[in-house]
């Protein structure tokens, strides 16, 4: 996130963009409504009439993965009604003209077409943003989902730096990152092509620095993607693999093809607090210390650097996961110094990751402290880009067009399967599934379905209903519900049994290798009571 | 414009808007609250946070009443004690408040005590036993209730409906807190909106009505609550509140980052609940947050290192697994070579171990293959 929560309860205006944020970001949520209640005005844009759709001034229910052809057509009123901060896009940016270009083969009766969403709908929703400095926009995977996702994210900083809404208290892009500790693991330097600090594995200065502080020389070229991973163990290019706390069965789309490939491991090594269906494949399974067993960090979407405590020891023999590195790193000869979380940070990571310098263990006593902190005296960064001041000198406006999904519906497939998460469970239920309570709100996978779908396909909500897509079926129960729009089904990832992963395309954006999570053709019958498929009208 | 105006004697500033109260915690002069939630609207149910103001014969609530120039108050007279008295006895003497300070006559107490455990959930001493709003108030004033006659209304309902906790209202002083938690805090309307006019202990029988369509099972109405009449079931008879220690961290769910309380008996944690004005939840917890915590004591749990064996596994010890690992790990480096091997680190384990692993995957096994789940 450019920006700060502490911003959402104060911001006038938001656009909320492909963000599911009552179930995915609950307490996130709780601040954009209270600041609608006090009279901000909302722009949900979401195929489903979400919990957030709820409150908002407009909804606009595009169709799945239209997202560019919609951004555009905004873009393409305020340039052409003049509404666009002209002063800070001729200050602060540049690629202007590209864009211009380009949204203008994006007149609102096109994108219409295509997003669904009228031409006038598109024109005031247009007004509406322009009419409030500054906006804050927030997405969330509904963005990020797609084989156009990086796309997607251009246009979403267009927009914002087209309005000069980047760079000010309550404005900003702000993506709502889906686990705990996923902008943390980005900070690290968990990524194929940067070390800790997004510095780049491909630059020999930076490489140097590192290989002088590990004491060790470093590869220059950058790594696999998970997906490029998964394919490796099947053609042979990877026959080690480690999965740290990751249930990859579950979450990858395709489980058939995933499963293929983690047999297909000469060696696989898991580490994690439970048995999962991922464990099923390992070589040797590492126990490690939980959540509450163990000192450290998590870092939140807002780049909040935040303290984890222990409450408790970890069970049996399980280790801090730290430990396990480091008694492996030993067995290949390399000694570690750090022998704690906090020796890690304060000796190893701030001193290598600029933006990271001024944080120490120390100083994240109470609210933490957002990066970037380059001194011990700098109190930390709320929102990016202050007054428009990009980190890299000008906003760079990149011209984008949009294309549909990998797999569209067709006559055997003639549905849309959108995937999500739901509030009361969380990924693959390894913790929320081990919490009295929360299997009682939430005991198994529904597909979604419109009333009007469901009236067409003779389905009453809870009936059991066959899912298939080219990659797999699932049978589970109907929820037929108002919040879905017609032509899609909607479901989450949560069980075993019904998870929308065994009906995913595994086709991927080709910059971040990002899976279409979002978008893929299924078809749905109604099943019998003796278990056989009735056929749909 | 900014005014000004008297507060125990000393001329201070106000903002236009500002209440009495407002203004008091500005200024840091301590007026007790109980039915009172920040950043919310007042009810004024409660009779506590009472200051005299020059001019008038009653005590008004410092909550309710908006500054007006030239006000001159006193947070802390012989009057305004005994109405903070009078008021904290009567909320004391309205429900089932079975602790100590409810300090009736013997054999009043006796049956008071009996008629009270007989009632679900009521097995014990109130659940918010040491950790009560009411309670400090009643000893922070010196309240005593020998002599009264407690009042508890005669059909009670108890809501144990919820699978995560129960609404005793028995025990419910009407001061309205978890309706503001449900429709101000968390903006959620799934409590009843209306409030009681006239305050919940004035002899008037309101019960906040819960719409569990619309309920999402934050919770954030228990911890509004300052009293023992909603209370989690499953830290219910765990342990007393002065029993455990509070251990600050931060939420393993989503990428919100709450800041929550752990709170831990004898290394267990037995609740868990929002730090009141962190950032960045400012208290507030979900569902997930505030109860998917005991997944860590499931008997599930990864104990020992496993290594395979045929279709199943074996345990092994801590140098045995890592031997093996480190092993084949250096058999398939020298066959071919290190990008043969790749990793998948955690994104929901702390930054630290992240560190941990991309630095054994460049610097030990000497390649880029890592990667976590960025992308979902």
């Known amino acids: 996130m450019t920006n700060s929560f502490a911003h959402f309860s104060q911001a006038k205006l938001f656009l909320v963009i492909g963000s599911n944020m009552t179930e995915a970001h609950p307490v996130a949520a709780t601040f954009v409504k209270q600041a609608v209640k006090k009279g901000a005005r909302l722009i949900v844009v979401d195929p489903r009439k979400t919990g957030i759709a709820e409150h908002a001034t407009i909804h606009l229910p595009l169709r799945v993965g239209t997202d560019v052809a919609l951004l555009n057509a905004l873009m393409h009123v305020l340039i052409q009604e003049g509404l666009y901060d002209r002063e800070y896009v001729e200050r602060r940016t540049e690629g202007f003209e590209d864009l211009e270009r380009k949204v203008r083969e994006y007149p609102p009766e096109r994108a219409a077409g295509i997003c669904g969403i009228d031409a006038q709908t598109i024109r005031e929703v247009a007004r509406l943003l322009a009419s409030v400095k500054p906006a804050m926009l927030i997405y969330t995977l509904g963005i990020t989902e797609h084989t156009c996702g990086v796309n997607n994210v251009l246009s979403c900083a267009n927009l914002q730096m087209l309005l000069g809404n980047v760079g000010f208290q309550c404005g900003g892009v702000n993506p709502l990152r889906g686990q705990n500790n996923v902008q943390g693991a980005c900070d690290m330097g968990a990524l194929p092509n940067v070390y800790p600090g997004y510095q780049r594995v491909d630059v ?173 005296d700098h109190p930390g960064t709320p929102y990016l880009h202050k007054d428009g001041l990009f980190v890299r000198g000008l906003g760079r406006f990149h011209a984008v067009d949009w294309t549909p999904p990998a797999e569209s519906p067709d006559e055997e497939y003639p549905f849309v399967l959108s995937t999500g998460r739901r509030l009361y469970h969380y990924h693959t239920r390894t913790q929320t599934g081990r919490c009295g309570g929360l299997d009682e709100l939430l005991p198994e996978e529904t597909a979604d379905i419109s009333p009007a779908d469901a009236q067409s396909l003779g389905i009453q909500d809870g009936d059991r209903v066959r899912v298939r897509s080219r990659r797999g079926e699932v049978v589970v129960r109907a929820r037929v519900t108002s919040q879905v729009p017609r032509g899609l089904v909607w479901m989450a990832f949560h069980f075993r049994n019904g998870n929308a992963n065994w009906l995913t395309n595994p086709v991927f954006d080709p910059v971040t290798k990002t899976a279409e999570y979002k978008a893929c053709a299924v078809r749905i019958d109604k099943v019998s009571e003796d278990g056989g498929g009735v056929e749909a009208a | 414009m ?45 009779g506590v946070c009472v200051v005299e103001v020059k001019g008038l014969q009653e005590t008004q609530p410092a909550c309710a009443t908006p500054i007006r120039e030239g006000m001159e108050v006193w947070t802390d007279t012989p009057k305004v004690r005994l109405d903070r008295q009078a008021a904290i006895r009567r909320l004391l003497l309205s429900g089932h408040h079975n602790c100590f300070v409810n300090d009736l006559d013997v054999d009043r107490w006796t049956d008071f005590q009996l008629e009270t455990l007989r009632r679900p959930w009521h097995g014990t001493l109130c659940p918010s036993y040491g950790d009560c709003r009411l309670q400090d108030l009643a000893v922070a004033y010196g309240v005593r209730t020998q002599g009264h006659v407690p009042r508890p209304p005669a059909h009670i309902p108890l809501d144990d409906q919820h699978p995560m906790f129960v609404r005793d209202f028995s025990r419910c002083i009407g001061c309205g807190r978890c309706v503001k938690a449900c429709n101000e805090v968390q903006v959620q309307g799934a409590l009843a909106a209306a409030v009681p006019e006239t305050g919940g202990g004035k002899g008037k029988t309101w019960f906040p009505a819960a719409d569990y369509d619309k309920c999402v099972h934050c919770g954030e109405c228990v911890q509004a609550c300052p009293v023992g009449a909603l209370f989690e079931k499953k830290s219910y008879g765990k342990a007393w509140p002065y029993e455990t220690e509070r251990i600050r961290t931060t939420c393993p769910y989503c990428g919100v980052g709450c800041q929550q309380w752990l709170h831990v008996k004898e290394g267990r944690i037995v609740r868990v609940t929002g730090v009141d004005g962190a950032q960045p939840n400012q208290g507030r917890l979900c569902v997930k947050g505030r109860f998917g915590y005991e997944f860590i004591y499931s008997e599930e749990r990864l104990k020992t290192p496993l290594i395979r064996n045929g279709t199943g596994f074996r345990e092994a010890s801590w140098d045995e697994a890592l031997d093996l690992v480190a092993g084949r790990f250096q058999e398939i480096l020298r066959a071919h070579g290190p990008d043969a091997v790749a990793g998948v680190s955690c994104a929901r384990s702390i930054n630290e171990d992240s560190y941990q692993m991309q630095k054994f995957f460049r610097a030990v096994i000497g390649t880029n293959n890592i990667d976590h789940c960025a992308r979902t």
Request: overall charge neutral; aromatic content about 10%.
């Open chain 1, 204 to 376: 020999p200065e930076i490489r140097k620095k590192f290989e002088s502080f590990w004491g060790t020389s470093l590869p220059s070229r950058p790594g696999l993607t998970i997906p490029e991973m998964l394919d490796g163990l099947v053609d042979g290019t990877v026959r080690g693999f480690y999965v740290f706390g990751e249930n990859l069965a579950n979450t990858e789309p395709h489980i058939r093809h995933v499963e293929r490939c983690l047999q297909a491991a000469e060696f696989l090594v898991c580490q994690d607090i439970f048995p999962t269906e991922t464990t099923r494949f390992a070589h040797v399974v590492f126990p490690a210390a939980a959540w509450s067993e163990t000192d450290g960090t998590f870092t939140n979407s807002e780049r909040r650097v935040s303290r984890v405590r222990a409450a408790s020891r970890p069970p049996g023999s399980a280790m801090p996961n730290w430990w396990i590195f480091k008694e492996l790193a030993r067995r290949f000869g390399h000694r570690w110094d750090s022998d704690s979380a906090r020796d890690i940070w304060d000796r190893e990571i701030r001193l290598l990751a600029p933006q990271l310098a001024g944080i120490t263990y120390a100083r994240l006593e109470h609210d933490g402290l957002q990066w970037p902190v380059p001194r011990e």
């Open chain 2, 2 to 46: 900014n005014g000004t105006f008297r507060l125990n004697g000393r001329q201070v500033a106000f903002e236009p808007g500002q209440t009495i109260l407002d203004a008091a915690i500005s200024l840091q002069v301590q007026i007790p609250t109980l039915c009172h939630l920040a950043g919310t609207t007042p009810t004024g149910t409660c």
